[in-house]
């Protein structure tokens, strides 16, 4: 079976932020992926892969999973695969989903439950922005922000970095960040600034049940209308030459004091 | 001023390992990397820029400082640098090197003095490689191993990542890690190595000033030869739902325990 033209020409355009956002799709590859993707709130629209899956045994098991569900799986020449993802490596398998939208304000939890959100705000790399939710993910994180100006969270490079971090939490995009950390003080946060420049120690850092985590850009950080907004500005001390820390790491580093919060 | 063909194609050659193995060169791109490793002990053996790169107050302040040395410098064709660099933000500069080649054992310290070294088992993403040692280099480590099976150290993505890293600490390639991680211990060093099914939270550990820490491949993690060696197995508990964390990630949260060491 192959693919009408036109719906060849849809597909490839997923690959465009533009037809992303105005179809409200993004693409995902990789037996491991497209798994994780079955199994969340995300609704599954399109199944595509090549005959060579079924050899695959996590590929054969992935199909018959899909079996019975309301969405369509083609077998599609290889060829055709490699049009429409990102990677070599894609296992023969992609999938397209609905894109969800998240309102941060939804994120704010106003009652006495604990609530840890993370911001970023302007992480412009891919691979950065998508290693950090995947970080969050690992450290129990209950929603990431992403600013205004930061990386499209539906970008191929931030999905499959985030290693299926974006089917675990919910993420907003396009986040107005000093009117969203106004809001969260209000309702009781207490907001972290990550800073080169900051006066507190990452490990002198006890996160309260409610917090709010900042990260910012890679070249110059967070912008001085967050940071004025910060209860706490945290940096992590250097004992050697490196200019700078790559922002990913730094957040690991912060996010990995929770544990005195979880743990407590 | 044009290249010769037989000196392009000796460039160019540089993209291969193989070729900058037995031409033991390797090039850096960029003003920042280019001024660094001139403030290095590396051997510059030749810089390669375009005429925009004096437009530039930096770009013309790194070809001032070149003058005097012992150094070509040429200027080339935009189109000549792009055949020899890795990506298009080379900002109009470019650099041949001499590999540096540092012996393990040399890293060794047999006095009392302090001595952290890092040693990386077949860590394969030159991205994550790269950005583990300007990790390294930010928490003040003395020298770093990359495993027999790790990616090459002078893979231009790795060069990028470590952010000048390279030019600031001795790195050994090639090296049989269960060997020395044998001599270490006789030497008088602990060994760590990063392990998820470790014993030993990260925030229980406290690095001895002879400490060997050792992080393992992406995938599989650190080989049982060498888990067996370790004094210490080291994990970071997971409090959501992801698989596992990015290994330079890892690798910062468990690093950023030497400021006990250091502070102390």
Redesign the interface.
């Known amino acids: 079976m192959t693919l009408s033209k036109a719906h060849l020409k849809e597909l490839r355009e997923l690959s465009h932020k533009k037809h992303r956002g105005e179809q409200s799709k993004f693409v995902i590859e990789g037996i491991r992926l497209v798994q994780e993707a079955a199994a969340s709130d995300f609704e599954l629209l399109e199944v595509l892969h090549t005959a060579e899956v079924e050899d695959h045994p996590g590929g054969r098991a992935l199909l018959q999973s899909l079996r019975g569900r309301d969405c369509e799986v083609r077998e599609v020449a290889p060829r055709e695969l490699e049009t429409i993802t990102d990677t070599v490596s894609a296992q023969g398998v992609a999938a397209v989903l609905r894109q969800r939208s998240f309102d941060a304000g939804d994120m704010l939890v106003t009652d006495d439950r604990g609530s840890v959100l993370v911001a970023f705000d302007a992480v412009s790399d891919p691979?950065n922005a998508g290693?950090m939710i995947?970080?969050?993910?690992?450290?129990?994180?209950n929603g990431v922000l992403l600013g205004r100006n930061s990386v499209e969270l539906y970008n191929p490079k931030v999905v499959r970095a985030t290693?299926?971090?974006v089917f675990?939490?919910p993420i907003a995009e396009d986040v107005d960040l000093p009117s969203f950390a106004t809001r969260a003080r209000a309702a009781g946060y207490t907001v972290f600034v990550t800073d080169a420049e900051g006066e507190t120690?990452?490990?002198r850092v006890s996160f309260p049940a409610k917090s709010l985590i900042v990260f910012g850009n890679e070249a110059w950080g967070i912008r001085d209308q967050l940071k004025s907004l910060a209860d706490y500005r945290v940096m992590?001390?250097?004992?050697?030459?490196?200019?700078?820390?790559?922002v990913?790491?730094?957040?690991?580093?912060v996010l990995?004091a929770?544990?005195?919060l979880?743990?407590e």
């Open positions: 691979g290693t995947r970080t969050c993910d690992w450290f129990g994180v290693m299926g971090g675990h939490l120690h990452f490990d992590i001390r250097r004992y050697g030459a490196a200019e700078s820390l790559n990913s790491v730094a957040c690991g580093v990995s929770l544990h005195k979880y743990d």
